[in-house]
């Protein structure tokens, strides 16, 4: 199990509390909630690259550089 965006403290006392408040995920839980951000970021990647191709943003090139970094 993971604890998620909770800044306080975690101790055996709060552990229920954060399990009824959904603040605590499953390891599946987790792994879906990661799997729909790096999907939503890829969707912003390749509609960043789609308006450069299209000539609707001028490319940045420091964006470039980061993306062929992280594709590769």
Do not use: A, F, H
């Not at 792994?31 to 990647?45: E, G, R, V």
Request: aromatic share 2%.
């Amino acid at each position: 199990m993971s604890i998620l965006d909770d800044k306080r403290d975690i101790s055996q006392d709060t552990i229920g509390e954060l399990v009824k408040n959904q603040k605590i995920l499953s390891n599946r839980g987790l792994l879906l909630k990661n799997l729909q951000q790096l999907i939503s970021n890829l969707t912003d990647c390749e509609n960043y690259i789609q308006r450069v191709i299209e000539q609707r943003e001028v490319g940045d090139p420091e964006i470039g550089r980061l993306l062929n970094k992280c594709m590769g």
